[in-house]
């Protein structure tokens, strides 16, 4: 169905922009052929009878759900732009949101439904696929899928997602490993993203997500390994928001840590280049100054009965009676078991940093109002990773800066409307029987992995050891482990036995072992709600409309899904057949607008199409000086007690921030749980603390892959553009470099230009060495977007010789299951 969707107020700027394009190409011979590889049909044809339509979606470069006008000339897209409708883009893109026609019209795309006819599976092996049709293809899905469950083997179907999308895609699969009987049904890829932060966030305010935050209100910002100006999530309105906090007055201070020069650090105010992994330390210092000087926020932290500050060095004798806490609890506690040792000189000597800038930063951090902190995968990718996070986020609560003005907040719900059919009325004794329970999930999680909510790098290993049992057949959803996961050549093993079903539109690395390949729509093809990541609090959604009809014979994820359970037997198949498709699906959900309408407007599926989002402002509750109020429709002024704040704020078992986490400290399986994998004595294990982190793969050389702006979440590699600017601090345009310092080069024999093999445990890589002084003597970095084998002519055979993964350990951190990136230390030589 095409949806020709018209934005009725187009600007003269934006017109002789997209005007502009056209003739900017006609001028030097670059047109729209070479892209697609296709005829323009009437390109000659006069401009009077050509129709442009503009039609609101939503990019899917990165996953911050920016809104954008899609502008189509006759069927053909010549231009994307950011929407005005989408509180995120605000009109504006970030450099590869421009990129989408590229996707669009990539040449190597899979045309159709294809079929592996090598049964012989490798890097060497060409798949030999040949075209079926989507029937033939669904059959063949079904009837695997069926043949399993009717041998009481459906725990041997798992399907694998990355970024999904939001209800009408990623939301099915729940309910499609409810009424098929699979623990494997979906698992996620949280323990490959950033699941430390969340899991941390969960000890302390008993909510598991990331935060919401009010960037254009604060005055100061402590960013610990976040890369807000390179890929934190949302990027395009990061980059806005920067230039409002960095103009504003007063402007807000920004210092930045991490283990390298990036533009964020160099961007900062100041730049605190830390040891890898000892992040930690840093922010039980800065704990440390702010309360032996006196610094934290009494309202909402509390203070001591007498007012004196009874903080100092060295005194553990300090009693919680003496202390009335407000909203946080174990203050006390945490002091005379942990941070009455953790002295700015104590953390200089662990972190590389000097003693005055702890101190200062942490006089800044805490008499800067408002302030906040900020982290994410640069301090807990290790083996300390959610101690790591604890420490820094127990900072938020030190100054206050929870659901304050200018600070941080949980992300709110969106009310989406009831699905048509309920699945708790389509489960058939299978599904119900409680034999299901019996058998363990893939990857561990629950079984080993007592703590996390997934292990997905570990379920190529288990596969092959046959623990506790061997896959038959695995599919995949936007992820492709052969390129982004730790070791990845163990995934190559693992998937010569098990039939692999893979949805990507594109021939990566993943597919090429693919049994059958059911090519998802690319993003400007599909219909397809998402709801937002934490933003700023406030409820959001987008809905992301096609811009043209699919050009080739794909499908929509959402609807694959469906279509396959359409065809099982029983319930589960008249439960699909009642859902019906995707659309029906996304109509269901918009019926919670009628009732509940946006703020702009948006109250039903046709308004939520012609505008693209759904949003409601404003954020509903709001922290002032230790005292929570409630949005009562003119402003915070209705108040809120404290059982309120516990149902909705924070979470925890004491309505508090706590300091002392009894989600562990109170759980004698979680608690000796932690004792075994950390060595941390169990009446601590609830406590923010320093940890010393773990190394791994036998070099001397700390291995670090960071994400960058062009990077896609690895998914740009077949994007020339992106390719050309992918890093551009040391000028990587056609490869990637290794980031050395000079020093570590000619110790090594190295000059700037060698080709070098970086080298570990997990495996061999060779890049192209690049002298670079914003990297420590003894971390190298090379970003993570090239290196493919796979994935189509632009990506394939370009340096380095693989992925970074290939080089990366295979640990995870024990608590969140999260895989540890920046674990893996590497040895670097002249090839």
Known sequence: MSLDILNTVITRRRFLQVSGVTGAAAATGLGLEQITGRPVAGAKAAAAESKTVITKSVCNQCPARCGVDVYTTDGRVHAIYGSLESPISNGKLCPKGHLGAYILYDADRFKGPMKRTNPKKGRDE????VPISWDEALNIVAARLQALRDKDQAHRFALLYGRGWGASDAGLLGTFGKLYGSPNVPLGHSSICADASKKAKLLQT???????????????????GASFLEAYRPYNNNLQVWGHIRTKSPKTKVTAVDVHMNTTVSGADRALLIKPGTDGALALAIAYVILTEGLWDRYFIGDFKDGANRFKAGEATLNTADFNEKWTKGLIDWWNAELKDRTPKWAAGITGIPERDIVTVARELATTKPAMVLFERGPTAHSNGVYNGLAIHALNALIGSLYAEGGLMNQMGVP????????????????KSDDRKKYAR???VKSEWLMASNQIQGIAGYHLAGKPYKLDTIMFYMTSPIFSQPE?????????????????????????????VLPDHTYLERLQCAEIYPFQGWPMTTLRVPAVKPLYDT?????????IGKRMKGPMGEYYKALGSTENVIKHLAKGFEEKPGTNGVNSFESWKEKGTWYKK????????GEFFEWDGTGYNKPMKPEEVKEKLLKTASGKFEFKASYVQDNEKYAAYINKQLGVPVERVGFPQWLEPKFYGGGDLHFISPKVALQAEGRAGNLPHAIAIAQPVVGGKKTTYLEIHPQAAKKRGITDGDRVRIKSEAGSIEAIARYFGGVQPDV??????????AYGRWAKNRLPTGSSSEVIVNKSEPISGLAMYYATKVTVERV
């Open 416 to 431: 989406y409307g009831k699905l048509p059919v309920s699945s708790d009325n389509f489960m058939d004794d299978y599904a």
């Open 126 to 129: 060409e798949p030999k696929f």
């Open 488 to 516: 990845p050549r163990k995934w190559e093993e693992a998937l010569k036995d098990v039939f692999v079903i893979d949805t990507s539109p594109f021939p990566g690395e993943t597919a090429m072992f693919a049994d059958l």
């Open 442 to 444: 893939i990857d561990g």
């Open 206 to 224: 008993g909510i598991y997500d990331y935060n919401a935050y009010d960037y254009a209100n604060t005055n100061y910002m402590l960013i610990f």
């Open 618 to 625: 404003p954020y509903l509750w709001r922290q002032v000086r």
């Open 555 to 563: 499908k929509v994820f959402g609807d694959t899904v469906i279509e």
């Open 780 to 789: 190298v970095v090379l970003p993570m977007i090239n290196g493919h084998w």
